[in-house]
């Protein structure tokens, strides 16, 4: 059984740092496409950060040069790096896998349960 379990979220404000992680288990953690994406309430959830290994990561727009996405295979565990936050970061983290959970079968999208992050003064 796949999980991941994120973690790190919190109430900061503005201009402050926080670190999420995410906890992998049950899935071939080296092949797998490892992201981050978030949902603000009212709106849809969107991409953050995404990551391959070996690969250069890609970032949302809207992040770009205060986020910064990391995965150790070893741990099985995907990190990201939130800098300068601001209030429009606020909303519900995600983390999420898209590998297999055996060689050669069938590649699956897996879900975190979500961690909030709340930037607010």
């Known amino acids: 059984q796949v999980q991941l379990v994120e973690s790190g979220g919190g109430l900061v404000q503005p201009g402050e740092s926080l670190r999420l992680s995410c906890a992998a288990s049950?899935?071939?953690?080296?092949?797998?496409?490892v992201a981050w994406y978030r949902q603000a309430p009212g709106k849809e959830r969107e991409l953050v950060a995404r990551?391959?290994?070996?690969?250069?990561?890609n970032y949302a727009d809207s992040v770009k040069g205060r986020f910064t996405i990391s995965r150790d295979n070893a741990k099985k565990m995907v990190y990201l790096q939130m800098n300068t936050l601001k209030s429009e970061d606020t909303a519900v983290y995600y983390c999420?896998?898209?590998?297999?959970?055996?060689?050669?079968?069938?590649?699956?999208?897996?879900w975190g349960q979500g961690t909030q992050v709340t930037v607010s003064s």
């Open positions: 999420n896998a898209d590998g297999r959970t055996y060689p050669l079968g069938p590649r699956t999208n897996y």
């Open positions: 990551i391959i290994s070996g690969g250069n990561p």
């Open positions: 049950g899935i071939i953690f080296s092949s797998a496409i």
